[in-house]
């Protein structure tokens, strides 16, 4: 009997992959991967409770297999789009104008959405959900790249970015905050929960977001190579898999 949580894309369980099948695993989630170049057969689509698209290729899809996964989040499966360059709108428009898209709790945007950042992005705290409770928001992990969306009229946003210019002054550094965009969206299409998550889950895009703990976790998924990441990190993405699988 398959898993109940589907991961789909990130490259294979080598590379990108190893990040997110590491804090599953460390967190007792069990899951299947599809490697980004292999196509997901319309009945690995059912029955499942979670499914988790990262840089997974649209093409992969083509409309009927869209079609399949809408009707099972119509359904109650949760969906979670985690971003990349071939995630949302992407480098060529991936997502956009698809019916997997119109299952987000985001509007895409109709052309390249990627954002990198050599300086400081921050993340911002904007509401209370069971995703980030307990977790030390006053001390905020920062990440390198994400994708531009914005949060439909009846999703809410758990978490925001906020651009920081940093410029060198006579006593030391002058920091000044800039634009905001949204990261963590959330919200319910029919019976499924759906969540749009705008930056990556592994390098280079999750930048200094990865090593957000005090302590370390050793994280091996099966088959994967092992990572180590931080702990606040890593119980993130664990409740994040967990609230759209409808398991917190």
Request: charged share 20%; with cysteine; aromatic share 8%.
């Amino acid at each position: 009997m398959s898993t109940s949580i589907l991961y789909m894309g990130d490259d294979d369980l080598g590379g990108a992959a190893s990040y997110l099948a590491g804090v599953l695993t460390h967190h007792g989630l069990a899951f299947e991967h599809v490697p980004s170049d292999r196509s997901v057969p319309f009945d690995d689509l059912s029955g499942r409770r979670c499914l988790i698209l990262s840089d997974y290729p649209a093409r992969h899809f083509g409309k009927a297999g869209m079609s399949a996964l809408v009707e099972q989040v119509i359904a109650g499966c949760g969906l979670l789009m985690i971003g990349g360059w071939e995630s949302f709108s992407g480098a060529e428009r991936q997502y956009t104008g698809s019916p997997i898209a119109d299952v987000l709790p985001v509007e895409l945007v109709d052309g390249d959405d990627r954002v990198n950042s050599a300086q400081p992005v921050l993340i911002d705290k904007v509401a209370d959900h069971p995703i980030v409770d307990g977790l030390p928001w006053h001390r905020p992990p920062c990440v390198g790249g994400y994708n531009r969306f914005t949060a439909r009229r009846d999703a809410q946003t758990i978490l925001q970015l906020r651009h920081v210019a940093v410029e060198r002054a006579d006593d030391g550094y002058a920091f000044k905050q800039g634009a905001t965009s949204p990261l963590l969206v959330t919200g319910q299409r029919g019976a499924g929960r759906v969540a749009a998550l705008a930056t990556d889950v592994a390098p280079h895009w999750v930048g200094g977001f990865v090593d957000w703990g005090d302590q370390r976790v050793d994280a091996a998924g099966p088959d994967a190579e092992p990572v180590q990441v931080g702990e606040w990190y890593a119980r993130f993405f664990a409740n994040l898999v967990a609230w759209v699988a409808g398991d917190l």
